[in-house]
């Protein structure tokens, strides 16, 4: 009786799998498009939860004070 053989190359994540559909459905410029409208949805979630941590501090000091 014989062993399994043993896999030599990883199984890949959905992360890799998402982005080998993405390189042969898209062209590059538009995989760089796609990736840095992702990354200005990112920075303009980060900046909205600043301005609410912002507000929710001078709310707090304003309040104290009367």
Do not use: C, H, Y
Not at 27 to 49: F, I, P
């Amino acid at each position: 009786m014989q062993a399994a053989p043993v896999r030599a190359t990883a199984i890949p994540s959905i992360t890799d799998a998402l982005r080998a559909v993405e390189s042969l459905l898209m062209s590059g410029g538009q995989r760089t498009a796609r990736r840095n409208a992702w990354t200005s949805v990112l920075e303009d979630r980060r900046r909205a939860k600043d301005r609410f941590e912002a507000q929710r501090v001078l709310e707090e000091v304003t309040s104290v004070r009367l």
